[in-house]
């Protein structure tokens, strides 16, 4: 049987403060269904979202450069 993709909502803030949803998906890791790979973050219409500094939380959408910083970030 193949693992599932899992997917979650987060929250994250623009630089203006407003609140936008973003999307969290892990894709099972090949060979071993019980472990996820990496997440990847997607938020609009299917736009991709980097993380680009884990410590912080800071996602940039790869077609805008717009940042948002994820709301109650671990990192």
């Given at each position: 049987?193949?693992?599932?993709?899992?997917?979650?909502?987060?929250?994250?803030?623009?630089?203006?403060?407003?609140?936008?949803?973003?999307?969290?998906?892990?894709?099972?890791?090949?060979?071993?269904?019980?472990?996820h790979g990496p997440p990847h973050y997607t938020w609009h219409d299917g736009q991709?979202?980097?993380?680009?500094?884990?410590?912080?939380?800071?996602?940039?959408?790869?077609?805008?450069?717009?940042?948002?910083?994820?709301?109650?970030?671990?990192?």
């Amino acid at each position: 049987m193949l693992g599932r993709y899992t997917h979650e909502q987060i929250a994250a803030l623009d630089d203006q403060g407003e609140r936008h949803v973003v999307m969290v998906t892990r894709i099972p890791v090949p060979g071993s269904p019980h472990l996820h790979g990496p997440p990847h973050y997607t938020w609009h219409d299917g736009q991709l979202l980097h993380l680009v500094d884990a410590k912080a939380g800071v996602l940039e959408c790869a077609l805008t450069g717009q940042r948002l910083k994820i709301v109650d970030w671990h990192g």
